[in-house]
C-alpha cells in the first residue's frame, strides 16, 4: 500500500526558507516520477515541481530560481527547498507522483507567509 507522508510547513515570514519533506512507503521514490502541489484558498490546486523518474525536473513559472525539488533514494523521500518565500506561496502543500494520481493525495503540509 502506498502511503505519502508530508511534513515540515510552517509559518515563516516573507524572504525566509522552508523545506518540505514527503516520505514515500510502498513506492520508490526514485523510479516513479514525482512532485510537490499546493493549493490556496480559493484556488485550484497546481504543479510547484515535479521531477520525473530519468531526472528531468519542470517548475511552475512562479517558483522558478526560488525552490528546488530533490529526493533520497536512500530515505525513499521527496523534498522541496522553498527559499526567498512570498505571501503569496501561503498555500497547503502535498506530494504526489508526477503526473498526479488520484487516490494518493494526502493531508499536506501547510505552509504559511506572512509578517
Known amino acids: 500500500q502506498v502511503q505519502l507522508a508530508e511534513s515540515g510547513g510552517g509559518l515563516v515570514q516573507p524572504g525566509g526558507s522552508l523545506r518540505l519533506s514527503c516520505v514515500v512507503s510502498?513506492?520508490?521514490?526514485?523510479?516513479?516520477?514525482m512532485g510537490w502541489y499546493r493549493q490556496a484558498p480559493g484556488k485550484q490546486r497546481e504543479l510547484v515541481a515535479g521531477?520525473?523518474?530519468?531526472?528531468?525536473?519542470n517548475y511552475a513559472v512562479a517558483v522558478k530560481g526560488r525552490f528546488t525539488i530533490s529526493r533520497d533514494s536512500a530515505k525513499n523521500t521527496l523534498y522541496l527547498q522553498m527559499n526567498s518565500l512570498k505571501p503569496e506561496d501561503t498555500a497547503l502543500y502535498y506530494c504526489?507522483?508526477?503526473?498526479?494520481?488520484?487516490?494518493?493525495w494526502g493531508q499536506g503540509t501547510q505552509v504559511t507567509v506572512s509578517s
Open positions: 504526489n507522483y508526477f503526473p498526479a494520481r488520484f487516490p494518493y
Open positions: 521531477i520525473a523518474s530519468e531526472g528531468t525536473i
Open positions: 510502498g513506492s520508490n521514490v526514485d523510479s516513479n516520477g
